[in-house]
């Protein structure tokens, strides 16, 4: 028998987060000159994440002769502060371009349980992002995310 201990990974919660994030954005916003569906805005912003942090992002000929191919983490395989800090950054990317991410009441995910609710979510980035930049994001009394 082996035991192995290792931080937990994503959970399906912060998984339908980032999906609904992943969409909104992916319907609302073009990148290069076009719309992008969700699973390139996905590699895009993973690869944004792991520069910022420093991390290297492969960039490799492709199997195939035909150009270069672009190899970063996988979401499934974040842990949970990972995914967490991952969410932080799109999120904080949306309002640096001023493109943020709305609130529940014009953003939903819904998965096999039911509705997924952002709102707690909001709450918590702003604790993170409001001691990272310095600014306000969420204003629970107003409803809005603040520019």
Known sequence: MVIEVR???RSLAENAMLHAMLTYISK???WAGAKRDID???RLMVA???RAKNEQVEILPAVDGHGIDVVYRKTSQLTRAE???LITFIYAWGVMN???IPDKSQIEYVDQEGHFDLSGWLGWANSRMSGALGVNLWSKQKGEILK
């Open 48 to 50: 944004a994440w792991c």
């Open 83 to 85: 995914c967490a800090d």
């Open 28 to 30: 609302n916003l073009e």
């Open 7 to 9: 931080p937990e990974t």
């Open 98 to 100: 001023d493109f943020p």
């Open 40 to 42: 390139t805005w996905k």
